[in-house]
């Protein structure tokens, strides 16, 4: 007993320094990405695909667990349904990966590996739901949308569908063996806009406030609520694990009534919650009515069979400020929901794009097929988004609103990440759209200030002056 107990707690000191190595490479990642002038989270994680696959090669026993994600929550799953081990690991691993995870699951140390990979799965959804709430945080939709003109709601469809088509085609045509929901999954994961790099990048050249700057923006904002809603009908098609028409029908018209309920009703419930709260301190009921609204919108969503992160970033599109009048004037509180929320957002967000990186395998790229499938999902994510482009009228850049509408962010990565966890995004197909998704990201501060520096006639307002390269 005395050295079984030993050895337990060695493992468990193991596991636990694993846990610091992550949030230290986590750290390391964000100080790297902001000294090149990156988004942090891709600097998270591209440390997480370093540090995935070298410590793989080097025979790092827990990335071998931490690599196959929740794959090995799903192989416990039905190891407990009345499978045996050898059989539930190459039906949901493959015989590739199954022996290596079969292996460790059988040393002393095996259940501890399997405890830490449940607790990796449940802290990477709990990352993802704050990631996407987070999101919503910053965007004020509703006062976006009432601005939005026909411009960027052309830009906004087309941005939104011609890569999702020209990614399905591709997907279909390069992959025979894989089924038509991954198909529908990796096509809607194109489809996405991020906001937050092209408006850095446009208030970096000094060009925010041109009309090219405006129909990006607004197009974008348009954009994150088509993402949504792509999202939420992906997942639910996820769920049902059939691309027929009519799973397809009911799945969009339950997840428009879900969006639609959120968005109706919502606003009423959080008055009422906040009235409940009234005795509370105001910075104690903005975290108890955020933390509530959060886990009830996307226990809601889980319960009507789509992703949990579409409830949570529909309560930060419907959380803002002016909800919270009743404790005086906002402005002399020192404290906003963002701000109260920065401690998870450093702490639990970054974590989850360290394990997600861990997840990509550059191994599959060493196959001639995934290259041509990677050559073509990454032509396809760049042309359909370049194209949008042509939706804009009179003299404006359209090959900047193009390029502006190209990253896809950390909503592309919650979309390749849901894809993985409920099973219809394989290992290799996980790998392609991270890559396309960070590649196209990169991508656009170098083209945009390209395409904007060539762009004499570039309107200018409130004395910005024209870019400097």
């Known amino acids: 007993m005395p050295m079984t107990s030993a050895f337990e707690e060695l493992t468990t000191a193991s596991l636990i320094f694993g846990i610091v190595m992550i949030l230290s490479f986590a750290l390391l990642g964000r100080i790297g990405a902001r000294k090149l002038g990156l988004p942090t989270v891709f600097g998270e994680l591209l440390m997480g695909i370093l540090i995935g696959n070298l410590f793989y090669f080097w025979g790092y026993d827990l990335m071998v667990i931490l690599r196959e994600g929740a794959t090995c929550v799903d192989m416990a799953r039905l190891a407990l349904s009345g499978h045996s081990w050898d059989e539930a690991a190459r039906l949901v691993l493959g015989e590739e990966s199954s022996k290596a995870v079969i292996d ?8 501890q590996y399997l405890q830490f990979s449940q607790a990796a799965d449940l802290f990477s959804r709990f990352g993802l739901m704050f990631v ?9 939709v509703i006062a976006q949308l009432r601005s939005l003109d026909a411009d960027s709601l052309k830009v906004a469809v087309i941005g939104a569908f011609a890569p999702m088509l020209l990614g399905f085609i591709v997907i279909f045509l390069l992959t025979s063996d894989t089924s038509h929901v ?13 906001i937050a790099v092209t408006s850095r990048v446009l208030t970096r050249i000094r060009q925010n406030h041109s009309r090219e700057a405006q129909v ?15 999202l939420a009908i992906a997942s639910g098609i996820a769920v049902a694990g059939s691309a027929e028409i009519g799973d397809i029908g009911r799945t969009t018209i339950r997840t428009c009534l879900f969006l639609i309920c959120a968005f109706g009703f919502g606003p009423t419930f959080l008055r009422l919650l906040i009235r ?21 919108l996307a226990g809601l969503a889980s319960i009507v069979q789509i992703s949990p ?17 009743t404790w005086g004037d906002l402005h002399k509180d020192k404290h906003t929901i963002k701000e109260l929320f920065a401690p998870l957002e450093v702490i639990i967000v970054p974590a989850f794009f360290v394990l997600m990186g861990i997840q990509v395998k550059l191994e599959t790229l060493f196959d001639w097929q995934v290259i041509y499938i990677f050559a073509g999902v ?14 804009v009228r009179g003299n404006v850049n359209r090959v900047s609103v193009g390029f502006g509408m190209m990253p896809r962010g950390e909503v592309g990565l ?18 392609v759209v991270v890559l396309v998704v960070v590649i196209t990201t990169l991508m656009t501060p170098l083209m945009l200030r390209l395409a904007m520096s060539n762009n004499p006639q570039s309107s200018q307002k409130d004395g910005d002056m024209p870019p400097k390269m």
């Open 132 to 140: 996407m709430f987070h999101i919503g945080l910053g965007t004020y």
């Open 378 to 391: 990454l032509a396809a994510a760049v042309i359909g988004k370049w194209i949008s482009g042509l939706g």
């Open 104 to 111: 460790l699951l059988r040393s002393p140390s095996g259940i």
């Open 276 to 296: 409940l709260l009234r005795r509370f301190d105001l910075l104690e009921a903005k975290l108890f009515v955020s933390f509530i609204i959060v886990m009830f």
């Open 216 to 230: 990006i923006l607004g197009a974008a904002v348009m954009d994150e609520i088509l993402g949504l809603v792509m």
């Open 309 to 325: 992160i579409v409830g949570a970033f529909a309560a930060g599109l419907l959380m803002h400020e002016s909800h919270f009048k």
């Open 414 to 431: 919650a979309f390749a990440f849901i894809g993985k966890s409920l099973g219809v995004v394989g290992p290799t197909m996980f790998t």
């Open 182 to 194: 991954e198909h529908i999954f990796i096509a809607a994961t194109l489809g996405t806009t991020s």
